[in-house]
């Protein structure tokens, strides 16, 4: 973390609290900085050297963690679910959920392949905000042939319920038998956006793999392991999120 940081933003990052909630408790009077309370609204600290303590507990931000997952079919992109269906989360070590660890954007239900985790809020934001434009690449299984003409109006961007989509590059498409086979790269992260482009040209997605997010890809990791990333990977992934 930076010098000069906003306090309630400070709390949230370690995951005490949000950061509204955090101003509830700077405002009553609840937050000391270096022993001292700090109740005014917009107070900034130097994460490097002033302690932060709430009601005597010390505030510190956990261990940073970014891995890679290989979310099999089945299990459900978020922290949990209310109606008691296996989520991502338990698929990994209870320590990482302790650290505040969360799923970076979703995959459907069904969908499989690549998910980042992350306690890292910023990257997150940067990885799943469509400003940013980080791109993802799916392999797509389709029923039916998919012509060059319509290849081309996926390029182009097809027009969905809730707008335009971006254009979408293709990367390959092969045809095998009854079905279609199709690596597609897109940069924004709408909900079931794959599925919908592809039934709006016609096709219906028999299966769907996230292979590549920035430069991380899924390579030979099993359905179901994770690991955590690699120094090299951690920068390569935030220089593509323009993060130093």
């Known amino acids: 973390m930076s010098a000069a940081l906003r306090l309630h933003k400070y709390i949230a990052n370690c995951g005490y609290c949000s950061r509204r909630h955090a101003e509830l408790l700077i405002a009553a009077g609840l937050v000391r900085v270096n022993d001292r309370i700090a109740a005014e609204p917009g107070h900034t600290i130097d994460p490097r050297r002033d302690r932060v303590a709430i009601n005597g507990e010390d505030i510190v931000p956990p261990p940073r963690h970014t891995l890679m997952l290989h979310k099999p079919a089945g299990f459900i992109s978020s922290t949990h679910d209310t109606h008691e269906r296996l989520t991502v989360m338990d698929l990994l070590p209870r320590n990482l959920a302790a650290d505040g660890v969360v ?93 919908r482009m592809f039934a709006a040209i016609g096709h219906e997605v028999v299966r769907l793999v996230r292979l590549r997010i920035g430069p991380l890809r899924l390579g030979d990791l099993a359905p179901g392991a994770w690991r955590a990333l690699s120094g090299e990977e951690s920068a390569a992934l935030r220089r593509a999120c323009g993060l130093r």
């Open 103 to 195: 799923p970076v954007g979703r995959l459907d239900l069904d969908t499989e392949g690549l998910l980042l985790m992350t306690n890292d809020g910023e990257l997150l934001h940067r990885i799943t905000h469509p400003r940013y434009e980080c791109p993802k690449e799916y392999l797509a299984r389709v029923r039916g042939h998919v012509t060059p003409q319509k290849l081309e109006r996926l390029a182009q961007g097809v027009l969905l319920d809730d707008g335009p989509a971006q254009p979408a590059a293709i990367l390959r498409a092969e045809r095998r038998g009854e079905e279609t086979e199709i690596a597609i790269e897109l940069t924004e992260g709408r909900k079931r956006e794959v599925k």
